[in-house]
């Protein structure tokens, strides 16, 4: 292992030259890639520096026993040798982990839409009971959200539902929730007391920064009209709301949240370059998932991931077939036990992976 530390504390040293070289610092997009290596590099520097430390208190200590001239300084080396080796498994299963390559994409911020889909009303109204579970969720992280554009449900909820969400890790975190969520409940415009079963289907964006995606203004056609949100009559009666389309694909992202049209415009771009970004990583994560057989993040839209099951009080994860007994914590915002199991079970089978080179 402290072979495999000493390849990575070689670039470390190369990434700490290079980021304060003058042409790297005027490179913007080459910058903020370095400066993003170094802070994962240093953290597993701190690490190394913890595992050289312990493995020479275990040779320290081994030396002092196999002389065994003076009692007492043995007995201490002894204790020193137990408490050195107890230590040592938690911290390499940690260095393994942290050796494993990290998906570039989970550092990034994200753009999350919520559609209801099949059961009508409830399914609207279930849009919008997972879109209060993710801003609670986010606000038990620190992060922040805010809406993009939204259409609402006639009895409630929403038809759709986009908003940004920024922070550490976002993408890496909230990727996982991606797919199609079931929830099963005796709705409440049902007057027979029967169950139903409803759906919403989620989709999680790394947002995309302009240098990641470069989109010709020639190719989009921008729409401006009046919103048609609550935000009192200056909102309605003004050309707020921007629609943009991008011919090439039809890809089309509108926002009619703030009343500034410019802003409108800024998100709606975001949007736009976020989803452009995100067809094409969903292309590689199938290829992936293909060649790893991987359940967890396969970037399959149509994959039904999760079901809420309200008479019985239950959570199921059906990627991994984890199923809890906790439904109102979950729905009121306490999905980090959900996300911990699944980002345990992608390492798990990354580490399978890289085993090779550990």
Same mark, same amino acid.
């Given at each position: 292992?402290?072979?495999?530390?000493?390849?990575?504390?070689?670039?470390?040293?190369?990434? !700490?030259?290079? =980021?304060?070289?003058?042409?790297?610092?005027?490179?913007?997009?080459?910058?903020?890639?370095?400066?993003?290596?170094?802070?994962?590099?240093?953290?597993?520097?701190?690490?190394?520096?913890?595992?050289?430390?312990?493995?020479?208190?275990?040779?320290?200590?081994?030396?002092?026993?196999?002389? *065994?001239?003076?009692?007492?300084?043995?007995?201490?080396?002894?204790?020193?040798?137990?408490?050195?080796?107890?230590?040592?498994?938690?911290?390499?299963?940690? =260095?393994?982990?942290?050796?494993?390559?990290?998906?570039?994409?989970? @550092?990034?911020?994200?753009?999350?839409?919520?559609?209801?889909?099949?059961?009508?009303?409830? @399914?609207s109204i279930f849009?919008?009971?997972?879109?209060?579970?993710?801003?609670?969720? $986010?606000?038990?992280? *620190?992060?922040?959200? !805010?809406?993009?554009?939204?259409?609402?449900?006639?009895?409630?909820?929403?038809?759709?539902?986009?908003?940004?969400?920024?922070?550490?890790?976002?993408?890496?975190?909230?990727?996982?929730? @991606? *797919?199609?969520?079931?929830?099963?409940? $005796?709705?409440?415009?049902?007057?027979? *007391?029967?169950?139903?079963?409803?759906?919403?289907?989620?989709?999680?964006l790394p947002?995309?920064?302009?240098?990641?995606?470069?989109?010709?203004?020639?190719? +989009?056609?921008?729409?401006?009209?009046?919103?048609?949100?609550?935000?009192?009559? &200056? $909102?309605?009666?003004?050309?707020?709301?921007?629609?943009?389309?991008?011919?090439?694909?039809?890809? +089309?992202?509108?926002?009619?949240?703030?009343? &500034?049209?410019?802003?409108?415009?800024?998100?709606?771009?975001?949007?736009?370059? &976020?989803?452009?970004?995100?067809?094409?990583?969903?292309?590689?994560?199938?290829?992936?998932?293909?060649?790893? !057989?991987?359940?967890?993040?396969?970037?399959?839209?149509?994959?039904?991931?999760?079901?809420?099951?309200?008479?019985?009080?239950?959570?199921?994860?059906?990627?991994?077939?984890?199923?809890?007994?906790?439904?109102? !914590?979950? +729905?009121?915002?306490?999905?980090?036990?959900?996300?911990?199991?699944?980002?345990?079970?992608?390492?798990?089978?990354?580490?399978?992976?890289? &085993?090779?080179?550990?």
């Amino acid at each position: 292992m402290l072979e495999r530390l000493n390849i990575v504390k070689q670039r470390f040293d190369e990434v !700490n030259d290079l =980021i304060i070289q003058p042409d790297v610092i005027s490179d913007q997009k080459r910058y903020i890639e370095l400066n993003k290596e170094y802070k994962d590099l240093k953290a597993l520097m701190d690490e190394r520096e913890t595992y050289v430390s312990l493995t020479e208190n275990i040779k320290e200590a081994e030396e002092i026993i196999a002389d *065994g001239s003076d009692p007492e300084m043995t007995e201490m080396a002894k204790l020193q040798l137990e408490e050195a080796k107890s230590q040592l498994p938690e911290l390499e299963e940690k =260095i393994r982990l942290m050796l494993i390559p990290k998906d570039p994409e989970d @550092a990034k911020n994200v753009v999350m839409e919520i559609r209801a889909g099949t059961g009508g009303d409830e @399914a609207s109204i279930f849009a919008g009971d997972l879109y209060r579970m993710y801003t609670k969720y $986010v606000e038990s992280r *620190g992060w922040k959200h !805010n809406i993009v554009d939204f259409s609402e449900g006639t009895s409630g909820g929403f038809k759709e539902m986009i908003f940004e969400v920024t922070g550490e890790e976002v993408y890496g975190t909230m990727k996982f929730e @991606a *797919g199609v969520h079931r929830v099963q409940r $005796v709705p409440q415009t049902e007057t027979q *007391g029967r169950v139903h079963t409803s759906a919403a289907t989620v989709m999680v964006l790394p947002e995309a920064e302009e240098f990641d995606v470069e989109i010709d203004p020639k190719d +989009v056609r921008i729409d401006y009209f009046c919103s048609s949100g609550p935000g009192g009559q &200056s $909102v309605n009666t003004t050309y707020s709301a921007v629609r943009l389309t991008h011919e090439p694909t039809g890809l +089309v992202a509108q926002c009619q949240d703030q009343k &500034s049209q410019h802003k409108n415009k800024e998100k709606a771009f975001r949007v736009l370059r &976020s989803r452009l970004y995100e067809m094409e990583l969903a292309k590689k994560q199938e290829a992936d998932a293909a060649k790893r !057989n991987s359940m967890v993040s396969s970037g399959d839209r149509s994959a039904k991931i999760r079901t809420y099951n309200y008479p019985q009080g239950r959570v199921t994860d059906h990627r991994i077939n984890l199923t809890l007994y906790d439904l109102s !914590n979950i +729905v009121n915002g306490d999905i980090q036990k959900i996300i911990d199991e699944l980002q345990l079970a992608e390492n798990t089978e990354k580490l399978k992976e890289n &085993s090779d080179m550990l």
